[in-house]
């Protein structure tokens, strides 16, 4: 929360959920959280969340736009170059569209070469796109009379780009290839099968520590697990038996999987316990579990879900003998049973039987099994940080940044709804079965599988940063791991000044290892010792020996003082040499300028997404890699076909503002629309506010003044249902941190000399640093009393002193701040025609919980995360046009136990019954958008908090035998799949990323009505699509359309003027679950009735 002004750093980061650039949720679903920065340059992501909310590394993930840590206030969408939200918006980026000097006039004669120079007419069918057909040329030629400048264009006329059109310093923007009419869309995901002798085995696993309690790290359990499997229970078998087992044997935390039974751990040797003693010569049997404790439970023989069990012909003799074309022990698999056989003559290994015994595992199991294994056999040629797999060797350094970018990929096995045969060429899908990759063939063809095993494979970038500690300790000027870095640490002698300062710049902050990519927390810096005087406890050696000995690093600088302290393993301090740990947070400069050093267009993301396909097929098709894949020894492997489905481009939705409809030339951005709108509500009808002003000392008074009337301004132009005062009722001059809340503080402390009613807070505040730890402090104070307020930051654009396109943009940003005080005063600009068929009013529930990432405490010395905090937003729709120019809006925030995701009946059932209370309606339907549920909880978690709102909605009814229709519909951000434009004339499949609005209902889950929308689709980069999953649909809504209210009500959101990735209520809950998240009390304060019907947590 660095303080920047909540419209210009929130907005850019709320329309982020429209943009693909998190912990996800991931529910990151996840993931993960991250807290809010309020920085103008970045928006809000979603990658979503991931479920287990803390993936290693907090290197910048292109994919979904986040950083693999949410920490210290840090907002988890990526950086979005698209700043501005007036009609100078549109021209920002030039280095796609802008042309030659001599191209065509763009907004004439559009379409052109990328070169600028060609002087035919644009078209749809054009490589190159169609051309706007009127325009102007504003330095070119003039003498056409329909003012679209000659052929040629002028001087400055538009060029054309790779993406079609340009913008010329003297025309318009072409529009590029015609997408709206698109039937067919391809994707990132692959068909796949299972054979049918697969099977596997899952062995429960407990541990515990010396004390007798849960042991909760994972990272100790896989490794105790390790060391008593290999080491204790199979010491006796031979290297090559053991590594025949460590290919199919996957550890996942509380169980383990195994492709084949492990010998001495079959039912009735069981439970087991592990046996960690040394029995090494000359180790006199030491205990290596350090008193840890861990037990293997039991055992289970699991076969393929039912769903996509294979079905024997009826012909077929149930006595006969089958088996896969594989090895029983899981390592090996053949193309035919010839080689096969030929294989077990000559080695004596044994062909993969179809099993006579067994049970069908879940989908979480046997998507927990498969996915395991397929991370491990990629990650025999990759490496893994987080959740991706990253090749060390593809890196690129852009010059001059200190970061390093990798080339990302994120695979992923699911399960899909396989269409009935009469409906494959409606739904576009081929599961044509390929009889060269599937064994038994046959069966499988004649079978019924109501479900598809489907592999995602998606292209990310890692961005980590080369900068040790030690350089940016020395000043931060030298290349990295240079003679001249070497040479500044060997004369680096700081002051005690110096150390002072880096001691508190660096604890608590979080580092990066540079030799393994491990995250640690950071407790301090240690000026006595250096790498070469610090011995490593029962070792002997010190830490520079203990590099290269066992980690195989020289250090250039051993003698370099200070060590860094950091959090290991039990919460244990150890030391790490400040040459080999960089810092984890990318500096501001740095995610500035992510957009040039680590994008992905569609065409490359899509070559880049083949050529990782390739890659995977190595290890998933049989013979591939001679006979050593580990997938198709076990039982899964892959087809070479894409999944693609029949799309259609939902159309803009009819947008009112002012009693006027939003043009469908505007439907992306219509902020520029509002600007001239005149919503003439007379001045003296008008609620007018009285502003108390809070600015910080660097401001000089009259600057402030003047600002504040610049702001007055653009609110009352618009002639709404508020209004600010002409001159503030008070002024406040605050200093920064602790002196910003302690003058806002007294300020409020007597409530008797401020007005009883319309009171608003704005506040101008310029912090020193990217973070401002006086906004969650000041935003509670307010909130809890009801007071809403707007933050206007002056650090990012010196509003006080703006001039030429710095002027410009600080106009942009104040227009935004207006719009969005009006908002948070309840004042409705916009409204959205729902579609015909939902009974109204309405009530629209959005749902959302955030997860505070862990901090480290110095009074604890560990690391602890904060409670989470969910939000519930329910805002009512009307057909009145009388009840459309205000919001009807209530909000709670519910503080939770940390990490707690779903138990949210009993909140959700009182706040629904509250907002019906106090918005005084008797609802005729209800929709629910819920953002965070994982597959797995649709039957439980889904089903309670559906009751709950079901039981509010018939408490509330003046009817008690009336039952409301309900929906509920889950969001899933988090995801992989990334959909293309197919069947584009002049383009290749796959090289243009599908438009906004598209939606897909051809790919489907397996046991929900399904859908994914794309929100938006920027031109250079490739968006992310939600998926959104309908768990109930009451029958009185059938005939209404799901995805095009979803869609329309992408388009509510008051933080930005064009579509968003989630509808809006979705996107207020997660607004409002991070302010109330950061704060103290996780919002338990706020004054729900006093801030009814006010937006006020954009």
Known sequence: ?????????????????????????????????????????????????????????????????????????????GYDRRMMDDANRQGQYRRHSGG???????????????????????????????????????????????????????????GGSRYGGGRGRGGGRGQGPDLSGIQDCTTNILQAEVTEGFHFFEYTVNAENSSGEVLESRKRRAFLFHLGLFDGLLKDLSKKEKDNFRKVVFFNGSTFYSGRPIPGLDASNLPYDMDFRDRREGKDFRDRGEGDTMQIGDVRKLLAPKDLQVVPKQDENPNEVRFDNRTANGTMSFQNQQALLQHCQQTGDEPAYVPSDGVPASLQEFSAFINSALQSALGERLSKWGRDLVNPN?????????????????????????????????EGLDFTVDPKVILHDESVLNGKKPGVLALTVDLGAKVLRDRSVLNELVGGKEEPDSDAEKLAADSWNPTEEEKNSAKKKWEGQIVITKHDKRCYSVVGLDFENSAESLEIENLGMNHAEYFAQRKDKTLRCPKFKPMVAVLGRRDQIIHLPAEMVCGNELEQTIKERLPMIANFPPGKRHEAIGKAIEFCQGFLIPGARGTQGILPGLGIQITDKRFSSRARVLPLPMVMAAGLQIPEAKKNMWAPELNRRNYNINPRDSNTFNVVLIHNDNLELSDVRKVYSNICWRVNKLNTLYRLSDKPFRIVKAGSREWHWQAVEKCFADASSLPTENVFVIDFCKPGGSTDPAYPVIKHMLTSHGYISQFVNFSKCPHDRAIGEMKKRSGDILNGVGRQILWKAGARLWWVKIPQGLPTPSVFVGVDVFHAPKEYDPVQKRRVRKRSCASII?????????????????????????????????????????????????????????????????ESEASQEIEGVEEALKDMSLNKSKKTPLAYVVCQKRIDTKLFAKGVNGHTDGTLAAPPGTLVQGIQALKHNTFYINGRAPRDSTPKPVRYVVVRQDDELEG????????????????????????????????????????????QNMNNKALKNRVHFL
Request: glycine share 14%.
């Open 1 to 77: 929360m660095s303080g920047y002004n909540d419209h210009y750093s929130n907005q850019d980061r709320d329309r982020g959920r429209g943009r693909e650039r998190s912990r996800d949720s991931d529910r990151r679903g996840g993931s993960d959280r991250s807290r809010s920065r309020y920085d103008e340059g970045r928006r809000y992501d979603d990658r979503g969340y991931d479920d287990d909310r803390r993936p290693r590394g907090d290197s910048y993930d292109r994919r979904s736009g986040s950083y693999g840590r949410n920490d210290s206030y840090q907002d988890r969408g």
């Open 100 to 158: 030659g000097h001599y191209g065509p006039q763009a907004n004439g004669h559009g379409g052109g070469d990328p070169r600028g120079y060609s002087n035919r007419r644009g078209d749809v069918d054009s490589p190159y796109g169609p051309g706007s057909q009127h325009g102007r040329a504003p330095y070119g030629d003039r003498r056409n009379s329909d003012g679209r400048g000659p052929p040629r264009g002028g001087r400055y006329g538009g």
């Open 394 to 426: 593809k890196v690129t350094r852009p010059r001059g940044l200190g970061v390093s970018v990798y080339e990302a990929f994120r695979c992923t096995f699911s399960v899909l709804k396989k269409p009935e045969e009469e409906n494959k060429a409606a």
């Open 874 to 938: 329910v805002q009512i729709f009307r057909d009145q046009p009388d009840r459309q120019a205000t919001v009807e809006l209530y909000s709670e925030t519910v503080a939770r136990e940390a990490g707690m995701e779903y138990d949210l009946r009993d909140s959700l059932n009182g706040a629904v019954k509250n907002a019906l209370k106090e918005l005084e309606v008797d609802p005729m339907s209800c929709v629910v958008w819920r953002d965070g549920i994982g597959d797995s909880a649709f």
């Open 1040 to 1083: 209404v359309s799901l995805p095009e209210l979803t869609w329309n009500m992408c388009h509510d959101y008051p933080n930005w003027t064009g579509p968003i990735k989630v509808p809006s209520v979705c996107m207020m809950a997660h607004k409002l679950a991070e302010l109330a998240g950061n704060m103290a009390d996780s919002g």
